[in-house]
């Protein structure tokens, strides 16, 4: 896995910095948003470090895509928002502000103003417990999927 020992987000992907995680697999590592703009807000990045679209590659964001819908569905379970809106910016022009890529999976409630970032930071407390429902009902629905997973 290469990575930029300057990135925040490659320190939380080796565990040199703390977050709260939700779920990893080989190649994705997901965690609640330190600065969350809904409650619930999750990130999803690639393990390695890839600045943005132009630099992941086609099997790492395959690899997020899945992990986005897996925790789209644990997401939909544990908190039941009215809507869910993912997205992924690439370049400061275009709102990114951590250049290492990430997706965003956001919980949305009918008619709250859209906002992509905010400098409040989550209370602990409340980022913990999200956490810690998204990967109960994470684990919950891979029960439940049990024979239907097909083998790799
Ligand atoms: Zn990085």
């Not at 987000?9 to 040199?16: G, L, P």
């Not at 999750?42 to 590659?57: A, D, G, Q």
């Not at 990114?96 to 407390?125: I, K, S």
């Not at 994470?138 to 239907?148: C, F, N, P, Q, V």
Request: proline content about 6%; hydrophobic content about 45%.
């Amino acid at each position: 896995m290469s990575h930029d020992k300057n990135c925040i987000f490659c320190a939380i992907a080796r565990d040199e910095a703390p977050a709260h995680r939700v779920l990893e697999d080989e190649q994705t590592l997901v965690f609640m948003d330190i600065f969350p703009v809904a409650d619930g807000h999750v990130l999803i990045v690639p393990k390695s470090h890839r600045e943005n679209l132009f630099e992941i590659t086609p099997e790492e964001m395959a690899a997020v895509a899945r992990m986005s819908r897996r925790v789209g569905l644990a997401m939909r379970h544990a908190l039941a928002p009215e809507g869910l809106m993912v997205f992924q910016l690439n370049g400061a022009a275009a709102g990114q502000t951590v250049f290492h890529y990430h997706m965003h999976l956001m919980p949305r409630r009918e008619g709250e103003a859209l906002a992509l970032h905010t400098r409040v930071p989550g209370d602990p407390t409340r980022l913990a417990e999200n956490a810690r429902r998204i990967a109960m009902s994470l684990e919950i629905l891979t029960d439940r999927a049990g024979s239907d997973q097909r083998p790799r």
